[in-house]
């Protein structure tokens, strides 16, 4: 996949589809066509616990490399799953793929915890759990090996669907983080009510830790919150090693960002945590 990598994973996707005289239509067929042809994959980027250096887990985090139209990013074509009504095919592909991986590194003696991000459109459908436990129970997977990521907007358009479908998952073994927190539309009341295992603290909280007295305060605060509710904290986008420090002397149990490690297809990665 390398040839389609470029310096910053995707960022010229943008451009070719804003520039596409395709419909999103067109888009949406070239989309689903996708999955069909094998242009979807799933890299991973691992997450290290502060403390012991240690990695704790992966995120699976979704490429599409198009013959048509390069590296598209998944910021750009999961909003238009979503609004196309393809993302529960989709998904469910994430779903499986990961799932068949996380097995596939179970049986091969380097266990790992996958995350996977499931959006909110999933959530409205009101099965996905059911889904999630079917597949592990299909794979022969110990809920342990996954871990499911999904932002606020989950709650603000389904609450009663997604609080059902959380309980379900960690009743299982299954742990569940909310993703970008503090960006969405933050009601606590659902880490009041519900049984979370991480938040996942936006990038943008973390960009400018090292100028901000007040985001490093913010972050302090919220870290403090959630270890009193016996929830992780992870840092999102670090990309830096003073980021890093910082992080590590406020307390904040893992990291992920490309200071780190980027986001790499499985062999990669395996090749990067045996040569740590
Ligand atoms: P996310 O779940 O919050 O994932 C984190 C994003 O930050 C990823 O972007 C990752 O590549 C990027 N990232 C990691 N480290 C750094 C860093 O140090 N600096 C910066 N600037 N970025 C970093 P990516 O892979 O483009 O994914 C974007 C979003 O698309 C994800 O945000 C997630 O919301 C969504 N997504 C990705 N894969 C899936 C999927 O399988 N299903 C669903 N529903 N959504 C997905
Ligand atoms: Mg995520
Ligand atoms: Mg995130
Ligand atoms: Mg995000």
Known sequence: HAKYLGRNGFHFYSQTLHRQSRSRFQLANLLQNALVRGELHLFYQPKVHLASNQICGVEALLRWFSPELGG????????????MGLIDQIGDWVLEAAVRQAKEWSEAGTPLNIAVNVSARQFQRGDVAVRVLSLLARYQLEPEWLSIELTETSFLHSPEKTRVAIEQLTAAGVKV??????TGYSSLSYIRTMSLHQLKVDISFIRHLAESERDRKLVEAIIAMAHALDLEVV????????????????GCDQAQGYQICRPAPPESLIEWLLQR
């Not at 983080?177 to 503090?182: K, Q, R, S, T, V």
């Open 177 to 182: 983080a909310i993703d970008d927190f503090g």
């Open 235 to 250: 840092a999102e986008g670090v990309e830096d090693a003073e980021q890093l420090r910082l992080l590590a002397e406020i």
């Open 72 to 83: 598209v990013s998944p910021a750009d074509f999961i909003p238009l799953a979503e609004d």
